[in-house]
C-alpha cells in the first residue's frame, strides 16, 4: 500500500511562510495529479492547490498570488510554498495523489495523515 507523508507544517506568524512536503512511501505506476488540501476545524475539507502530470497548476482563490505548488517527478514528491500567511490559513494540510499502483489497478486517491499549520496573529 501506497503512503504519503507530509512534513514542514507548524506555528508561523502571520505574513509568514512555511513549506510543506509530501513523499510516496513507493513509486506509483502512474500519477494523474497531485495535490494539497486543508481542513479547519468545524470546516469541511477543501482544496488549496493542484498538479497535473502535464504541470498545470490551479488554485483556489483564497491562496492565488500566495501559495505555490510544485512537484519533483523524480523524488515523488510535491511541494507547497505558502507565503504571506495569514490566520484564516489555520488547518491541517493534506497532500493527495490521484494515481495507480500498477497498470491492473484502478486509478485510485491516496492521502497522508495531515500536518498541522497554524498562523497566529
Known amino acids: 500500500q501506497v503512503q504519503l507523508v507530509e512534513s514542514g507544517g507548524g506555528l508561523v506568524q502571520a505574513g509568514g511562510s512555511l513549506r510543506l512536503s509530501c513523499a510516496a512511501s513507493r513509486r506509483l505506476f502512474s500519477i494523474n495529479a497531485m495535490g494539497w488540501y486543508r481542513q479547519a476545524p468545524g470546516k469541511q475539507r477543501e482544496l488549496v492547490a493542484a498538479i497535473n502530470t502535464g504541470g498545470t497548476a490551479n488554485y483556489a482563490d483564497f491562496v492565488k498570488g500566495r501559495f505555490t505548488i510544485s512537484r519533483d517527478s523524480a523524488k515523488n514528491t510535491v511541494y507547497l510554498q505558502m507565503n504571506s500567511l495569514e490566520p484564516e490559513d489555520t488547518a491541517i494540510y493534506y497532500c493527495?495523489?490521484?494515481?495507480?499502483?500498477?497498470?491492473?489497478?484502478?486509478?485510485?486517491?491516496?492521502w497522508g495523515q495531515g500536518t498541522q499549520v497554524t498562523v497566529s496573529s
Open positions: 493527495n495523489y490521484n494515481g495507480r499502483q500498477s497498470p491492473w489497478n484502478p486509478r485510485e486517491d491516496y
